[in-house]
């Protein structure tokens, strides 16, 4: 089985200040992994994921992440977040064998102050 | 229309009740997904079709019924709730879950459901 945490269910920030959104996962198979983000009133939309390869993946509006296998962890990153950035934001797993079942954390609210 | 769409966007109803949740994806996906998000609790994956047939059922109650009679149509039909069925239902879809790759999967806007 898989569980994901997000250490924080909230993070305020001032624009153009930088952001670190924590993710860690357990699992005892080999994962995928993911981060989704659901602005208000909305579904979630892929931001990034890993499948394999370079263990940094960035996303086309300038959020990375980078897994840590040794740690466990998928935290995402931006140097300067907009006002736009503000939603929610959702890690998630899913084992590399059989059917896909996504496994979600928490999520964590990001707010972005002007 | 385009994605993946859901009706109703809201939905009240009593604990008799008997009301359905429509999803239709257009993206000409094999698989389409059922969840539930409820407040302050992670997101809840409760079916999985693939082809049609259904592949996973997460100890889901009887009071939620899906049914999938084609590949771009999902239904969840609902019966008999109670107030802690109160949620975000989401559904999704991707291209193929068995494939080992990694598919995406692409979310619907979800139907507000509230339970009296």
């Known amino acids: 089985a898989q569980s994901v945490t997000q250490l924080d269910s909230q993070v305020p920030v001032f624009e153009e200040a930088p952001v670190e959104l924590r993710c860690n996962y357990s699992?005892?198979?080999?994962?995928?992994l993911f981060w989704y983000v659901q602005y208000p009133n909305q579904g979630l939309q892929l931001l990034l994921k890993?499948?394999?390869?370079?263990?940094l993946v960035e996303s086309i509006n300038g959020f990375e992440a980078e897994f840590n296998k040794s740690q466990t962890s998928f935290h995402l990153r931006k140097p300067s977040v907009h006002i736009s950035d503000t939603a929610e934001y959702f890690c998630?797993?899913?084992?590399?064998?059989?059917?896909?079942?996504?496994?979600f954390g928490q999520g964590t609210r990001l707010t972005i102050n002007p | 229309e385009t994605g993946v769409t859901q009706t109703p966007r809201h939905l009240v109803m009593g604990m008799t009740n008997k009301k359905s949740l429509k999803c239709e994806q257009h993206?000409?996906?094999?698989?389409m997904y059922w969840y539930k998000q409820s407040a302050k609790k992670p997101l809840e994956l409760m079916f999985v079709?693939?082809?049609?047939?259904?592949?996973e059922n997460n100890s889901v109650p009887s009071r939620f019924s899906p049914e999938c009679p084609n590949s771009s149509h999902l239904f969840l039909h609902l019966h008999t709730l109670q107030p802690e069925d109160s949620a975000l239902y989401l559904c999704?879809?991707?291209?193929?879950?068995?494939?080992?790759?990694?598919?995406?999967?692409?979310f619907g806007p979800g139907t507000r459901l509230t339970v009296l």
């Open positions: 999704a879809s991707s291209q193929d879950p068995a494939s080992g790759r990694g598919d995406t999967q692409y």
């Open positions: 699992s005892s198979v080999s994962v995928y």
């Open positions: 890993y499948l394999s390869g370079s263990t």
């Open positions: 998630a797993v899913s084992p590399i064998q059989g059917a896909q079942k996504l496994v």
């Open positions: 993206l000409g996906h094999n698989a």
């Open positions: 079709y693939s082809l049609e047939e259904r592949v």
